[in-house]
């Protein structure tokens, strides 16, 4: 199982970024999807996650109104929109996979990406 995520960068204050997770070994309809994120010195918090069939998703109330995820069964892939970025979101982002439903826990995921670094400046 892999789960590949990609697109983080530095960006400032105010910008948008959209992360990718591709994932592979698994079926991806199966799987409830999340992100994650761990900045330095911090546990990893949840972000936002989604159903299998993408028709819910759910958000941390840190990243609400300007974050969005969205998932396309198809091409095996997560996406997450960032929008309005603060220097506070600053972290290692990780994509997620849980096969029993769609938690906000760590410890309900079953298999993780190694992490894409997003730094916002001020």
């Known amino acids: 199982v892999q789960l590949q995520a990609s697109g983080g960068g530095l960006v400032q204050a105010g910008d948008s970024l959209r992360l990718s997770c591709a994932v592979s070994?698994?079926?991806?309809?199966?799987?409830?999807m999340a992100w994650f994120r761990q900045a330095p010195g911090k546990d990893r918090e949840f972000v936002g996650g989604?159903?299998?069939?993408?028709?819910?998703?759910y958000y941390a109330n840190s990243v609400k109104g300007r974050f969005f995820i969205s998932r396309d069964n198809a091409k095996n892939t997560v996406d997450l929109q960032m929008s309005s970025l603060k220097p506070e979101d600053t972290a290692v982002y990780f994509c997620?996979?849980?096969?029993?439903?769609?938690?906000?826990?760590?410890?309900?995921?079953?298999?993780w990406g190694r992490g894409t670094l997003v730094t916002v400046s001020s």
């Open positions: 070994g698994l079926i991806f309809t199966n799987y409830a």
């Open positions: 997620a996979a849980d096969l029993l439903g769609s938690g906000r826990g760590t410890a309900e995921y079953e298999y």
């Open positions: 989604l159903t299998r069939s993408g028709r819910d998703t």
